[in-house]
C-alpha cells in the first residue's frame, strides 16, 4: 500500500492515502463490471482520503457512488470538483458535522441549509449526516437540516419561523437569541476557512472547536449577553402570562442551555490561565450543574468528558491540579 502512496516533500506517512484507494476501488469496480456492467459500488471520501488522487484517476465513474466528508472550514465545493475531475461522478454528501460533543452554541444552521441546497443543485444524489443524538445544544441545526430534507423548497426563514413557533408570543426573542449566536459563528468559520491549508488532516470539530472557540471570538462577557435576551423574554411573559406550559417549559429549557455554555466556558477558560483553586471552583461548579440538571438537559456526557474528546483536556488537567490541591492540603 505504501508504494501507491503519492506524496509531496516532508509529508508524513499515511497523510494523502487517497491513491492507493482509488487504485483499490478500480480493480474492484473493473471485477464486479465483468459480471454485471451496471453495478454500483459504494465508497466513502473521507479521513486521510478525502483529497483527490495525485496520480490515480477513477476509471469506471459512472459505477462508483461515493460518500463524500469533509470538515465545515473546508471549501467542499471545490473539493467536490476536484473529484469530478478526477474522475467522480455520483456522490451523496455525508459530512459529520452534527457529530459535535460541543456544550457552547455553535450558530452554523444557516450555513448547514445553504450548503445542503449548493451540494443539491449540483447533483447530490443523498444525504448521510452523522450525528450525536439528544443534544439540546444542536436542536436548531437538526431541525434545520431535517426540514431542508422533508421540503427543499422551505426558505430558511420560514423555517426559523416554525421552529420558533413552539415558544409562542417569545417567538421573536428566541430568533433574536439564535441569531446572535450566527453572527458569532459564521463569523468563527469565516476566519477558519482563510486559515485552512490547501490539504490538511481532518479537522475532527468534536476535538479541536472547544480549544479554537476560546481562542477565537468567545467570551464569558459574549455569552451572558446571548442569554440575557432569554432572561428578559422569561421575565417579559411571565408577567404577561402569555405562554402555554409547554412554550414556557421551552423557553426556560433554553435559558439553562445558555447558562451551561457560561459554565463550560468559565471552566475551559480557566484551565492554564488561572490558579489551581479557580480551575478547580469553577469546575465542580459545572460539574454540581449537570447533575442538578441531569432530566433538563440530558447529554451523553460519557463521550462529553473522555479524553479524545473536547472536554477531555480539561478535565484531565482539572484532575492534576484538584489532586495536587489536596496533596498540599495534607489530603489523598
Known sequence: CRALDVLKEGEKPYTHLTDRYVNLWNRIARKARAIRPDVMLTTYIYSAYRYPPRRERIEFGENMLCGFVCGPTEDAMAMIRAWEAAGMRHFFFRPNYLHTLACIPRGYERFFYDQFHEMLDHGMLGTDYDANDDRRVSALEFYVLARAFADPTASFDAIMD???????????????????????????????????????????????????????????????????????????????????????????????????????????????????????????????????????????????????????????????????????????
Open 162 to 332: 416554525d421552529y420558533a413557533s413552539g415558544y409562542g408570543a417569545a417567538a421573536d426573542a428566541v430568533k433574536a437569541y439564535y441569531a446572535e449566536i450566527r453572527k458569532v459563528g459564521e463569523a468563527q468559520r469565516d476566519r477558519r476557512m482563510k486559515e485552512q491549508a490547501a490539504e490538511s488532516e481532518m479537522d475532527y470539530i468534536m476535538r479541536k472547536e472547544f480549544p479554537r472557540d476560546l481562542e477565537d471570538g468567545r467570551s464569558e462577557e459574549e455569552l451572558r449577553a446571548k442569554k440575557a435576551i432569554l432572561t428578559e423574554a422569561l421575565s417579559k411573559h411571565r408577567a404577561a402570562g402569555d405562554l402555554d406550559g409547554r412554550e414556557l417549559a421551552r423557553l426556560e429549557n433554553l435559558e439553562l442551555q445558555a447558562e451551561h455554555a457560561i459554565l463550560t466556558y468559565r471552566f475551559m477558560s480557566a484551565v492554564k490561565a488561572l490558579p489551581p483553586e479557580e480551575v478547580v471552583a469553577r469546575g465542580d461548579a459545572l460539574n454540581a450543574f449537570r447533575v442538578a440538571h441531569k432530566e433538563d438537559l440530558p447529554d451523553i456526557y460519557a463521550h462529553v468528558y473522555a479524553l479524545s474528546r473536547p472536554e477531555g483536556r480539561y478535565w484531565s488537567e482539572y484532575n492534576r491540579q484538584r489532586k495536587a490541591l489536596l496533596k498540599k492540603k495534607g489530603g489523598k
